[in-house]
């Protein structure tokens, strides 16, 4: 498709969300959806799942050109299903233009990844025409960075805590929800990063030209979680593409594409140094967990027909 938004100064000026919230600093989740935003206009109803960026909209105040709601962390996608059919029903009425809303689900990974899972794959069963946004920070930020389904191997949480008995930290592997989704079917998927906005932005925009369920993750980079200063948050999510931990994917017509492949991947190190969560595996150096996580990425790439070498 011609792409509206080919270089940098093609992003749109106008701001449907506007400055003013009680978000983190360095957020890559409001990074995220601020770009989306720009790409689909002011006429978008949000449905925001419990999270961190519940935190975007202080009663009474928005800083929101379109709509909001707030669902609780299982049901999120069922109340976009009502919102969408709220619209439908104004327009056979002739009350609204038909379509003239589009509905979004923003979700963190604790919703997405986990307690929501359930409500989503209804909505992706029935074929409902809605956005999905799930702005990943692998872990339950919003209440203290807990360990959640997204949480990759060797983090520290809240509830996996470093010890001599526990030297790693999380030890389960993080579940591959872009598999989940793509086993849906959905119109149109996605992985997005805030340090990649002109990816991000094209993808928006082929998904706008499809109709049935529009899956965005995107990886939220979280200086007060994941431990770095607010300044590096693009850096983060950058080295998090280049050491080839985030895949830069989309999944469309039946086929999984790569939007971005590194020339050579960067050391795994280069990513886990930048955050505190990874502290414990480098006080003392624990390579065998780094060596271990290294080789989980290589693998990763080898099965999709790209043998890097070992960085």
């Not at 470093?162 to 119109?187: C, M, Q, Y």
Request: proline fraction near 7%; hydrophobic fraction near 40%; include cysteine.
């Amino acid at each position: 498709m011609e792409h509206r938004i080919r270089t940098i100064r093609d992003i749109p000026l106008d701001e449907p969300l506007f400055p003013g919230s009680s978000l983190c600093a360095g957020c890559g989740a409001q990074l995220m959806l601020r770009l989306m935003l720009k790409v689909m206009g002011r006429n978008v109803f949000i449905v925001n799942s419990s999270g961190c960026m519940t935190s975007l909209q202080t009663f009474p105040y928005s800083n929101l050109a379109g709509g909001w709601a707030y669902a609780s962390l299982a049901s999120a996608p069922a109340g976009a299903q009502g919102i969408v059919d709220t619209l439908d029903s104004l327009a056979s009425q002739g009350k609204a233009k038909p379509r003239a809303v589009k509905v979004m689900v923003l979700a963190g990974d604790g919703a997405s990844y986990d307690i929501g899972l359930q409500s989503t794959s209804a909505a992706m069963d029935r074929g409902l025409d809605f956005y999905y946004l799930c702005y990943d920070n692998e872990a339950y930020a919003n209440t203290g960075y807990q360990l959640s389904g997204a949480t990759p191997y060797g983090s520290w949480t809240t509830t996996t805590p470093v010890s001599e008995r526990n030297p790693v930290g999380a030890t389960r592997r993080k579940k591959d929800l872009f598999e989940i989704w793509k086993a849906h079917e959905p119109a149109y998927l996605a992985t997005v990063s805030p340090s990649h906005p002109l990816d991000l932005m094209k993808k928006v925009e082929e998904a706008e030209a499809r109709s049935g369920p529009k899956m965005f993750i995107g990886f939220a980079s979280c200086p007060t979680g994941m431990g770095f200063d607010p300044s590096q948050s693009l850096e983060v999510a950058r080295m998090a593409v280049e050491t080839g931990v985030w895949p830069l994917k989309k999944y469309i017509d039946g086929k999984v594409i790569h939007t971005y492949l590194p020339n050579r991947l960067r050391p795994i190190e280069d990513y886990l140094r930048l955050q505190k969560r990874y502290a414990h595996l480098f006080e003392p150096l624990n390579r065998e967990a780094i060596s271990f996580m290294q080789s989980q990425v290589l693998l990763y790439w080898k099965r999709q027909g790209i043998a890097y070498p070992l960085p």
